[in-house]
């Protein structure tokens, strides 16, 4: 059977961000991926602040989390096949991340071309009730891997 199913993208997904070193320098986690959903969360680290008079998590470590979230809600959207990569990610940054506390990135992936996946999050710190940061971006869709393994 050709046909990838919901588990192989969790798995495919998991090992994924496994393999990135930022992700790992970065200690994300993939808390969520469900149908074009995805959580990932990273804790707090006094190497990634960008200023050390307030504590502030750099915004390079929030785009990078807000990124790999976006990147995972489209691996694992039902209509798009296992690859991608950002084309376009636009962050709007609303608030500092509040120093000492994890920063969870919540992405959905909402419509699927047939070569583009558009997506939305927002990363908050722990208390939730105040984005961090928007975003929106472009990603691409591989369906090259798709029609060689019908080929098969």
């Known amino acids: 059977m050709s046909d990838i199913t919901p588990e192989m993208k969790v798995r495919v997904a998991r ?11 970065l200690k994300m986690s993939l808390d969520v991926l469900e149908d074009g959903i995805a959580e990932i969360s990273m804790p707090y680290d006094e190497k990634l602040v960008g200023d050390p008079k307030t504590g502030v998590i ?15 809600a489209v691996m694992c959207h039902p209509d ?12 709007d940054y609303m608030r500092p991340a509040t120093p000492g506390q994890r920063l969870v990135a919540r992405a959905e992936c909402y419509h699927v071309t047939r070569s583009v996946a558009f997506v939305r999050g927002h990363a908050y710190d722990e ?9 929106t971006g472009a990603f691409t869709v591989d369906r090259a891997q798709k029609s060689k393994d019908k080929g098969s």
């Open 15 to 25: 090992q994924f961000m496994e393999a990135i070193p930022h992700s790992s320098y």
């Open 127 to 135: 208390d939730r009730n105040r984005p961090v940061a928007a975003c």
């Open 80 to 91: 798009s096949p296992l690859g991608t990569a950002t084309i376009d990610l636009r962050i």
């Open 58 to 72: 750099h915004g390079g470590a929030v785009s990078a989390l807000m990124d790999s979230c976006c990147g995972a």
